[in-house]
């Protein structure tokens, strides 16, 4: 590293803060990670990516810990997020919304996809208000008596 002396900070955060509690995640959960050659490999691509603006090639610790976590599998997230039935459209909004890729005004997906799904919830939670006010309360269940576990006898 002595051809570029302000590279130094840079690659001693990225050491501390991703490569090595990448490293840490991954070997936590039961990955045999081979740190050698996997720090070259990404040492290697981002020397010649740098130039081009893909300076952050690293073991990110938290892309690490949320892939190996257990619901690392969009059909697992998915599953998940839909399973609620109260907050179900909220979810399929969201998740349509930050996957169809627009940008309006310069502001990305993920920020129209969240602000669609709140607004999904919360319309949706007033239409439940009003259903639940509107609708007659359920009739309270009637005690069982004695004389309403006998059946009724006819005459024949």
């Given at each position: 590293?002595?051809?570029?002396?302000?590279c130094?900070?840079l690659?001693v955060?990225?050491?501390?803060?991703q490569?090595?509690?990448?490293?840490?995640?991954?070997r936590?959960?039961?990955?045999?990670?081979?740190v050698?050659?996997?720090?070259?490999?990404?040492?290697?691509?981002?020397a010649?990516?740098?130039?081009?603006?893909?300076?952050?090639?690293?073991?990110?610790?938290?892309?690490?810990?949320?892939?190996?976590?257990?619901?690392?599998?969009?059909?697992?997230?998915l599953?998940?997020?839909?399973?609620?039935?109260?907050?179900?459209?909220?979810?399929?909004v969201?998740?349509l919304?930050?996957?169809?890729?627009?940008?309006?005004?310069?502001?990305?997906?993920?920020?129209?996809?969240?602000?669609?799904?709140?607004?999904?919830?919360?319309?949706?939670?007033?239409?439940?208000?009003?259903?639940?006010?509107?609708?007659p309360?359920?009739?309270?269940?009637?005690?069982?008596?004695?004389?309403?576990?006998?059946?009724?006898?006819?005459?024949?």
């Amino acid at each position: 590293m002595t051809w570029c002396p302000p590279c130094r900070p840079l690659f001693v955060v990225t050491m501390a803060s991703q490569n090595l509690p990448g490293v840490a995640v991954l070997r936590g959960s039961g990955y045999e990670v081979p740190v050698s050659p996997v720090l070259t490999w990404t040492g290697a691509v981002q020397a010649v990516l740098a130039p081009f603006g893909a300076f952050g090639i690293n073991l990110a610790a938290m892309t690490a810990a949320i892939c190996t976590g257990d619901g690392a599998t969009i059909e697992a997230s998915l599953a998940s997020a839909l399973s609620d039935p109260a907050s179900r459209e909220a979810a399929v909004v969201t998740f349509l919304a930050t996957a169809s890729g627009v940008t309006l005004l310069g502001i990305g997906s993920a920020f129209w996809g969240l602000l669609a799904g709140v607004l999904t919830s919360v319309i949706a939670a007033v239409g439940r208000r009003r259903r639940a006010a509107a609708s007659p309360p359920a009739p309270a269940p009637q005690p069982v008596t004695a004389a309403s576990r006998t059946p009724e006898r006819t005459s024949a």
